[in-house]
């Protein structure tokens, strides 16, 4: 099994943080304000479903400009 340091914040973990913010944030608005508050979700899963395909994520680009480290070393 491997070791995991829970201390170290590395990109995909930063990634499945502000997404899940996000989608949170999507159904609160939606609940207490206005249906539109869906399209966020609707968002975040297409981002999902487009780095599944591709490998490209427009969030990950700017943590990576930041400085974030990856976890699993690629550089594809």
Not at 47 to 64: D, K, Q, R, W, Y
Request: aromatic share 12%; net charge positive.
């Amino acid at each position: 099994m491997e070791n995991t340091n829970n201390q170290s914040w590395y990109l995909e973990r930063v990634l499945f943080l502000i997404a899940g913010s996000f989608s949170l944030v999507g159904l609160l608005i939606a609940n207490y304000f206005s249906h539109w508050g869906l399209v966020l979700n609707l968002l975040v899963g297409v981002n999902m479903i487009l780095f599944s395909l591709t490998g490209f994520c427009p969030m990950g680009l700017i943590l990576t400009r930041l400085g974030i480290p990856k976890k699993c070393g690629s550089d594809r």
